[in-house]
């Protein structure tokens, strides 16, 4: 499905929470000539954005517990959060702070005392946020003078790759904001931890490289991480960063000449943005 988004003023489409196995869509956003009262500013910069959608295998009923939203605001807003699922040993639903935490920032993007800063985005989404649990999360905002403003808190991650390389990756630093200098042509890669935990930034560069459409890049990705989440001899990030902190196969095993490896079960999302010209 093509969405072609001509606005006005802010809109958002969410994907989130829907119970199918895979979710798709891509969005050009871009401005409307149609006079209002209130104008956003005209960017010179905007993201054409392609989404994918694969939950866990066991949470495919409820559509996972990942959520995100795109925003067609100033230059473009995209947004992931990753429900914390330790939450649903209390018989609590991860999934619903997630997507609760998400509709809230959807909200407030364009909130004066944001002034698009995705920090205090995040900051005012979870206060607003009444549901119980807890999520990563990261928000890209891109501004009128086409400088992308990353903040994040926890293992979602993003990249940001030009001419074949990758220029910038988030660390996972609680709270951290970052500012990046975007150019015509860069390509957002943005995910919960189902795509970095099995897909290394090497393949990412690569995949995305096969194709041309944003929506084939986010499906070849998030295809790519389901694939390795389910092989339990590919030597994930997962397994290697698992390996690093202490865990492995017994002594036995490393005797035979075997290690810890395999893929992460995970629900995953991934969202291609590349910046275009207005």
Not at 175 to 204: P, Q, R, W, Y
Not at 241 to 252: H, K, S, T, Y
Request: glycine share 8%.
């Amino acid at each position: 499905m093509t969405v072609t988004i001509s606005y006005s003023h802010h809109q958002f489409l969410s994907f989130s929470g829907i119970p199918r196995k895979r979710l798709m869509d891509t969005t050009l956003i871009r401005c409307s000539t149609s006079p209002v009262s209130n104008p956003v500013l005209r960017p010179e910069l905007l993201i054409r954005v392609g989404t994918q959608l694969i939950p866990h295998p066991k949470k495919v009923d409820k559509g996972g517990e990942d959520a995100f939203f795109v925003s067609s605001y100033n230059g473009g807003v995209i947004a992931v959060a990753d429900g914390v699922s330790g939450w649903a040993e209390k018989d609590v639903d991860p999934a619903q702070f997630s997507r609760e935490l998400m509709r809230k920032a959807s909200s407030l993007v364009d909130d004066d005392e944001v002034n698009y800063d995705p920090r205090i985005l995040v900051r005012k989404a979870h206060a607003a946020t009444s549901s119980t649990g807890s999520a990563t999360v990261i928000v890209s905002m891109l501004d009128n003078n086409g400088i992308l403003k990353v903040a994040n808190v926890g293992d979602c991650g993003l990249r940001v790759i030009r001419k074949g390389k990758t220029r910038f990756f988030s660390t996972h630093l609680d709270a951290t904001v970052t500012s990046i200098d975007s150019m015509k042509g860069d390509i957002i890669v943005m995910g919960s931890d189902g795509l970095f935990h099995n897909v290394f930034d090497h393949e990412i560069v690569s995949t995305i490289a096969e194709h041309k459409d944003v929506v084939q890049k986010a499906k070849a990705l998030a295809n790519l991480a389901y694939k390795h989440s389910v092989d339990f001899y590919f030597d994930s990030p997962y397994s290697i960063e698992a390996r690093n902190r202490g865990l492995d196969v017994p002594w036995w095993k490393k005797a035979l000449g075997q290690k810890l490896t395999g893929g992460k079960m995970d629900d995953i999302t991934v969202i291609v943005g590349e910046v275009v010209s207005n």
